[in-house]
Nanobody, 115 residues
Framework: QVQLVESGGGLVQPGGSLRLSCAAPRSIFSIYTMGWYRQAPGKQRELVAAITTGGSTSYGDSVKGRFTISRDNAKNTVYLQMNSLKPEDTAVYYC?????????WGQGTQVTVAA
């Protein structure tokens, strides 16, 4: 079973920053597009950001200019740097590995933005 191991969630004040990390097996990381999704209570899961093996990135409209996704190929780890956090960013954040119709998910990490 493929394991994506997430870390870095927590409670932060509005305007603050957090960095999420997700480690994946090398066999997955080297060929899969890595990404982050989030799901707030009562809402559908939505794409936050994704990065291909070649380093091309894409972002959800609500996080453009505030969040940055990156990958460290030596550590088989993808990061999500979140700046200027807002209360509406509060959600469970999930790491995702995607290749064609194949998806793997992390267990999720809670991010709460509140004063």
């Amino acid at each position: 079973q493929v394991q994506l191991v997430e870390s870095g969630g927590g409670l932060v004040q509005p305007g603050g920053s957090l960095r999420l990390s997700c480690a994946a097996p090398r066999s997955i990381f080297s060929i899969y597009t890595m990404g982050w999704y989030r799901q707030a209570p009562g809402k559908q899961r939505e794409l936050v950001a994704a990065i291909t093996t070649g380093g091309s990135t894409s972002y959800g409209d609500s996080v453009k200019g505030r969040f940055t996704i990156s990958r460290d190929n030596a550590k088989n780890t993808v990061y999500l740097q979140m700046n200027s956090l807002k209360p509406e960013d509060t959600a469970v954040y999930y790491c995702n590995a995607r290749r064609y119709d194949s998806h793997y998910w992390g267990q999720g990490t809670q991010v709460t933005v509140a004063a």
